[in-house]
């Protein structure tokens, strides 16, 4: 049974460069999710997808951040033209419509992108 | 901004005590869930309590949830060095909102 995976768990990079992530979900969720986590706070949700569509696109996401899920089952998401300010770890999670109401909300969490931008 | 706030932000105690930790939350909810992460690491999930449950419990955990006072707890009973780590709880179904979570650090 493999869980969420995220690759690179971590990733260096200068102001100014594109960096971008990716995320395996658990193979039968159709629903994938990217947050972001600053030290000593909570995920913030940043988008969600259902299969291949983005439904849902937070305003913390700004015009330097895109997502994508093309085939509905692995996800990237680019940070374009990155800032101090996106050093921040990234976490990729996924769930499942096919349960019950209540097991449908649960989700399951990569162990996330560590990001530092110098 | 966050919606789920937690109390205390942070909580040391010693192996076999009770832990309790608190979430306040803004709006009104379908169900509400309590996550677990570990230093560094991605998030686990613990319990989900619907809105028209008002305690649940799983192993040595009791949550409760008042949707009058829109509130939740989360207790662990028996507390172990391996519950060391930041607990939060959740709400929404798809863009889910989590609290800043709170700090749990237990003593051997």
């Known amino acids: 049974d493999t869980g969420v995976s995220q690759d690179p768990r971590h990733k260096i990079t200068k102001r100014g460069q594109n960096v971008t992530f990716r995320c395996d979900p658990i193979?039968?969720?159709?629903?994938l999710y990217w947050y972001r986590q600053t030290l000593g706070q909570g995920p913030e949700f940043l988008t969600y997808?259902?299969?291949?569509?983005?439904?849902?696109k937070s305003r913390l996401l700004s015009d330097r951040f895109s997502a994508e899920r093309p085939k509905g089952s692995f996800s990237t998401l680019e940070i374009q033209r990155t800032e101090q300010g996106d050093s921040a770890m990234y976490l990729c999670?996924?769930?499942?419509?096919?349960?019950?109401?209540?097991?449908?909300?649960?989700?399951?969490f990569g162990a996330g992108t560590r990001l530092s931008v110098l | 901004s966050q919606q789920g706030e937690e109390d205390p932000q942070a909580l040391s105690i010693q192996e076999g005590e009770n832990a309790t930790m608190n979430c306040s939350y803004k709006t009104s909810i379908n169900n509400l869930q309590w996550y677990r992460q570990n230093s560094g690491r991605g998030l686990v999930h613990l319990i989900l309590?619907?809105?028209?449950?008002r305690e649940k419990h799983s192993g040595r955990l009791r949550v409760t949830l008042d949707t009058s006072k829109k509130s939740s707890s989360l207790l662990i009973t028996a507390s172990r060095a391996a519950d060391t780590a930041s607990y939060f709880c959740a709400t929404g179904s798809f863009k889910t909102i989590f609290g800043a979570g709170t700090r749990l650090f237990v003593k051997a």
């Open positions: 309590i619907r809105s028209n449950e």
């Open positions: 999670a996924s769930s499942s419509r096919n349960f019950t109401t209540s097991a449908k909300n649960i989700q399951y």
């Open positions: 193979s039968e969720h159709n629903r």
């Open positions: 997808f259902q299969n291949e569509a983005q439904l849902e």
